[in-house]
């Protein structure tokens, strides 16, 4: 095992050898045993204390918080139906433009195939169906 394996095996799993994975454990108790080692898990046992100890909060401050969070949830549901946006600007974004233009050019395609196919049974109208489409498509509609 290398120095740098050792870093980042310590700094994924901590400071303690005995968390490590199995496989890794006798390696690193070697290197632990030199001075670059032990100052690494050291390092790292430092940092463990840091994240595993529970934070401090003041109550006065908690409740402080908590309402502060109350309000701001209360000023939203409480706005003026006027300040919104007026629905035709609602209708007008983007994301809901999409799936009416989709579905407009759907029915036109679909009026122009009923339209067309019909009465133009000719080689260059299913070669224009078929520029659209793939040809196993128009296999349903071929030549009767």
Do not use: K, N
């Amino acid at each position: 095992m290398t120095l740098d394996r050792f870093t980042q095996l310590a700094e994924t799993w901590g400071g303690d050898v005995g968390r490590w994975p199995e496989p890794e454990r006798a390696a690193a108790e070697r290197i632990a045993a030199t001075g670059e080692g032990a100052a690494i898990l050291r390092a790292q046992r430092s940092l463990d204390e840091i994240l595993s100890a529970a934070p401090q909060i003041d109550e006065a401050r908690s409740r402080r918080a908590a309402l502060a969070v109350l309000q701001r949830i209360a000023a939203t549901e409480t706005r003026e139906p006027e300040s919104r946006e007026p629905w035709y600007r609602r209708w007008l974004q983007p994301a809901t433009l999409v799936p009416v233009g989709s579905l407009a050019c759907s029915a036109l395609l679909g009026i122009w195939i009923a339209g067309t196919l019909p009465y133009h049974q000719t080689e260059q109208a299913l070669a224009a169906v078929d520029a659209v489409f793939d040809a196993s498509a128009l296999t349903l509609w071929g030549h009767q």
